[in-house]
């Protein structure tokens, strides 16, 4: 079978083709659940503790009530990959509230959708050009502090930055700082420090990003635009790809042939 | 047939039980999508012009590439409402980006999905209990500037609101001036005027809210939470429900015998 050809829905491993939720899946009409992107290499699912522990604190922030059943998720996810052997591949893992009636209010009882899909990793080997979009990042809110199914902002962002050129955008917070990029953490090289924004100017908590503040190897900061066009360097983190260095920010070259980001990728290499 | 038994999705009714998008429809991944919530009564489609106006041209500002068929979806909406005759309901058509590959791209190709469902009116005759919620409103996003299915901000503020005993949530836009509602505009009563939160403070172009500015009842302002605090009366308005007096804000009782509701009321009746 090709890679994604198959989901897991609910427990069960389907074809893709015939994997649906309901047009009354609040998922849909609402934006309403959660998801993680988790990198299958190796044989192993990195960082799979990491990212079903921010799902569950995600999922009982939100109001979500049934617990997840970690244990069943991580079956299900080795079953879906169980094709794949070598193949390095994205899973992505969604929790849905489920079908609801109309309207916003939360349903006193709900059938949540759990659904695993695998898609390929792109190639993301080439260091990155960044451009500074002007879709602000929200901080404070649901839709910022976790990762959630209204990721419109971050598809638009995402597109802003690719029609200026650019493969990755950098957007500030409602504060005027630096938060993040579209489907990623930001590290900047800045006076031999590694610097990374500070979830309360709009960063999500990544799980690269937390491991390495963990290790002492970047530290949280608040930055402004005008650090930002000083930096030195510059890398993005999430799970999927790691460490990926940046060779320019608003077409100002970087110096990728520093080493920082090396000590960087060691880390999640062994982590 | 019950009432919201029965769906129209790309041009064919069918019914809501198998009715489905797929787990890879943007929509429901990246809630890449807008929709619009229109009044069935009286055996038509109120504002549907300004409704189908309103989603063409955000559409447009998102990318969808695909033009909106407005005689189709008239002819699709009232064969989905042919049923119901007398009875008033709400019409929600939902348009998502259909399905893509993995990541935030925007695909090259696209299969838009364009669904509408039929529910029955929630009971909204009684005035409302506002509360102002700490889930805050981003100004100059598209989540905001569009109806769009990335929706959970708004989602989140009505339960907050809601748990605090409210019926309504007084969301403050990021420069900490009064927005809107949840699902619906805020008109303010103040030292005998009528004012609603401008576009610039967060709040969403609504279908009523323009009809009432068009007609020269209510101006756009800047509200702060001061003022706020000082107004003597309030309403709700949405196209759903029209115009609805406001009863308390914050535990702050209001005057809900004042008679400025009614113009606009009757505003939106005749218009």
């Given at each position: 079978m090709s890679l994604g050809s198959k989901v897991w829905m609910n427990g069960v491993i389907m074809n893709a083709n015939s994997?649906?939720?309901?047009?009354?899946?609040?998922?849909?009409?609402?934006?309403?659940g959660l998801f993680e992107t988790m990198l299958w290499t190796s044989s192993r699912i990195r960082f799979f503790d990491e990212h079903l522990a921010r799902l569950s604190q995600s999922a009982v922030a939100l109001g979500f009530t049934?617990?997840?059943?970690?244990?069943?998720?991580?079956?299900?996810?080795?079953?879906?990959?169980?094709?794949?052997?070598?193949?390095?591949?994205?899973?992505?893992?969604t929790?849905?509230?489920?079908?609801?009636?109309?309207?916003?209010?939360?349903?006193?009882?709900?059938?949540?959708?759990?659904?695993?899909?695998i898609a390929p990793?792109?190639?993301?080997?080439a260091p990155a050009h960044l451009k500074t979009v002007s879709v602000p990042r929200l901080i404070g809110a649901p839709s910022t502090r976790f990762k959630t199914l209204s990721y419109l902002d971050n598809v638009m962002a995402q597109h802003e930055a690719r029609f200026k050129g650019g493969d990755e955008a950098i957007m500030l917070g409602t504060n005027g700082n630096v938060a993040c990029?579209?489907?990623?953490?930001?590290?900047?090289r800045y006076k031999d420090a590694n610097l990374t924004p500070a979830l309360?100017?709009?960063?999500?908590p990544g799980?690269?990003?937390?491991?390495?503040?963990?290790?002492g190897l970047i530290e949280e900061a608040n930055i402004s635009p005008s650090q930002l066009a000083l930096c030195e360097g510059a890398a993005l983190t999430n799970a999927l790809i790691g460490v990926r260095v940046v060779s320019s920010i608003d077409r100002r070259a970087l110096d990728t042939r520093k080493t920082w980001p090396q000590?960087?990728?060691?880390t999640i290499r062994v982590g």
């Open positions: 994997a649906y939720v309901s047009v009354s899946d609040r998922g849909f009409t609402l934006g309403d049934t617990p997840l059943d970690v244990t069943a998720i991580k079956k299900g996810l080795l079953a879906l990959v169980e094709d794949e052997q070598g193949n390095a591949a994205a899973v992505r893992l929790l849905s509230r489920g079908i609801g009636p109309r309207g916003l209010a939360l349903p006193e009882t709900t059938a949540p959708q759990l659904i695993a899909t990793l792109a190639d993301t080997s990029a579209s489907c990623a953490n930001l590290v900047f309360r100017d709009g960063a999500l799980i690269v990003r937390g491991r390495l503040l963990a290790a000590s960087l990728r060691d």
